[in-house]
């Protein structure tokens, strides 16, 4: 070895250096002792939720103009799952069977919160308040927790309704019922209490409020499900980035605006966890409650979203409208700028997400997903049954066209999907490797096929479909 090398190694290898590396690493990545949210033990987690979000309406999905660079980011540095499924084609069974990690057939919800103003569809006032929840799970082991946007599993705010404060969250931001969807409402409630956000653009409201909450939790991980309104209609969004899309229709400029407002913001709060050395210790998720809107729907005006290869929209469950985008950062468990193949659902993020908090679940309740972290390396899913979809009310919307009908039950088990009525019979099945747009009923060509996967089906309806599915605590006798 050259004598001249000697003091360089020396220094190298010595306890100076490595405390000289550790105050470089503070320097660049902000991390110090006093850092908020800081439980190696624990990690952070983030949960973003879009509403009407289309399976391609990202850039790194392979949409051509919609530009989503926040989004983009984040599966540079995690995993994109490509088919991943919600449990319902609708806004609140999807979101019920998100944060509970069960099926929300199992206590009996079928569609949209109604207190009975929409005769065609069930009276159902609120998800049942003793149903397990991701939040309350977290706030077992110590998680400081917040729900942040749409709401939609209660009438929040009237006589005798659950908040989130009855489903685990220690805070929560909201519009008052679960309708509206205007961009700059200021009828927001806070734990409770009615503020004004001044007709500030909600994609800013949310992502301040996610910050001021991460702040105040200085002793404690942290567990923020930030669900979005961007874009369900009626879509609206800033004049500036409309003008991101010169030479689109006044549609398209708006409905891509809106996802472009949002994203920019999901971007702020992602940068505010890097510039606060949070990152690395933080579960990023961002998904969609349901796949995207048709645009020939005729109250439909800025609808424009992309199901990619898919049939259907919302409201029915082929694949447009139980197919949604996901993007998973988890450092240390996601490889940065993965695409995983698997099949995956909503309901895999309770236990997956109780898992790396370190939370048991309760052995009283029957869960219907597993954990996802096979998923990242592409291996197959360890989950109770196939995924399994139940969504009856698509064959209320036959008046609009077979388009946007789909038979009540599906069922998804390696590359084929099998559908049926809930008499089990009328069967549909497709090769979803080679079909994905779901045009060629293989029932009769492979029976066999049909069969194995009807005899999955025909064992998970009537645990799904249970007495407590039918006498749930899910109305409020109060008005
Ligand atoms: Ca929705």
Known sequence: MPSGGA??????????FFVACLLLVEAISGVHAENVSSHPDKPNILLLLADDQGWGDMGCAGHPVLKTPGLDKLASEGCRLTTFYTSAPVCSPSRAGILTGRDQNRFGMKHIINDGEDKSIPVFHHVPVNEPTIPRLLKSVGYKTAHIGKWHLSFSGRKDEPTPHDYGFDHYLLLAAGRHTSYKDSKWQRDGERIQTEGRWTAEVYVDEAIDFIESCTDAPFFVNLW???????????????????GRTEQEQTYFGCIT?????????????DEKGLADNTIVVFTSDNGCTSPILPWVESA??????????KHNIHEAGIRVPALVRWPGVTQPGSVSNEIASTLDLLPTLCSAAGVDLPDEWDFDGGLLNPAF???PIDRPHPVYIQYELGRMLLDRGEIFTSPPLALRKNYWKLFC???FKNLELYNMDTDPGEKWNMADIHPDIAQDLLNDLEEIYPIINGPYSKTAETKNPNF
């Open 7 to 16: 003091p360089i190694i020396r220094y190298l290898t010595s306890l100076r």
């Open 228 to 246: 979005s309104f961007a874009p369900h209609i009626a879509v609206e969004c800033a004049d500036k980035y409309k003008e991101m899309y010169p």
């Open 261 to 273: 407002q949002m994203d920019e913001q999901y971007g702020r709060l992602l940068d505010y966890l």
């Open 304 to 313: 424009r979203g992309y199901a990619g290869p898919f049939r259907g929209s």
């Open 377 to 379: 390396e592409n291996r």
């Open 421 to 423: 009525d809930t008499d």
